[in-house]
C-alpha cells in the first residue's frame, strides 16, 4: 500500500464519501498516523467541506477519550 500523503487524503476522502470516521478508525482502518493532517490538507487546499465534532471512545486499554470526528459535508 502507498503511503504518500496523497495516498492517505485519497483513502480518507472515500471513506468519508461513505459515512464518518474518528480520528482512532483513521489510524487503525486506513492507516493514517496523523489524520488531522490529511483532514486539513483535504480542506484547505482541496477544499472539501469537512465538519469536526467530538465523540467519546474507549482505547484498545478500555480508557474513555474525547475524540475527533469527521463528517464530509454534503449540499442540500
Not at 465534532?53 to 464530509?72: E, K, Q
Request: charged share 25%.
Amino acid at each position: 500500500m502507498n503511503n504518500s500523503a496523497a495516498s492517505q487524503r485519497a483513502r480518507l476522502l472515500a471513506w468519508l464519501k461513505k459515512e464518518s470516521i474518528t480520528i482512532l478508525e483513521a489510524r487503525e482502518e486506513l492507516d493514517i498516523l496523523a489524520p488531522a493532517a490529511r483532514v486539513f490538507e483535504l480542506r484547505h487546499v482541496c477544499g472539501y467541506p469537512i465538519e469536526t465534532n467530538t465523540v467519546t471512545r474507549y482505547t484498545a486499554a478500555g480508557r474513555p477519550h474525547n475524540v475527533a470526528i469527521y463528517h464530509l459535508k454534503t449540499k442540500g
